[in-house]
């Protein structure tokens, strides 16, 4: 069965850095699109970053310049970098998986969810 386990998420000050992990089991990378969305409380889900299944990668505008997303096929790990946080980036983070080739950072592309962690940025 498909399965997105995400960890890593914790309280930093704003400035500092946070590496998201979400380990994947019951799929393949193969034809997958895989992606990072938040969720911040009383706001709708929005999509940060995302690689396409030929590794095309994609982020929100949000996110440029301060977030890495990236992937290691020989753990089946997927993983979100982000430094220079923000008190704005305070959310609940999602892994997802999407059958379409193809990201386009929308929830509704999505096909598998994982059950989120909680990033949480201080002043």
């Known amino acids: 069965q498909v399965q997105l386990v995400e960890s890593g998420g914790g309280s930093v000050q704003a400035g500092g850095s946070l590496r998201l992990s979400c380990a994947v089991s019951g799929f393949t990378y193969a034809t997958y699109c895989m992606a990072w969305f938040r969720q911040a409380l009383g706001k709708e889900r929005e999509g940060v970053a995302g690689i396409d299944s030929d590794g095309s990668i994609s982020y929100a505008d949000s996110a440029k310049g301060r977030f890495t997303i990236s992937k290691d096929n020989a753990k089946n790990t997927l993983y979100l970098q982000m430094n220079s946080l923000k008190p704005e980036d305070t959310a609940m983070y999602y892994c997802?998986?999407?059958?379409?080739?193809?990201?386009?950072?929308?929830?509704?592309?999505?096909?598998?969810w994982g059950k989120g962690t909680h990033v949480t940025i201080s002043s």
């Open positions: 997802a998986a999407g059958e379409g080739g193809y990201c386009s950072l929308g929830a509704g592309g999505m096909n598998y």
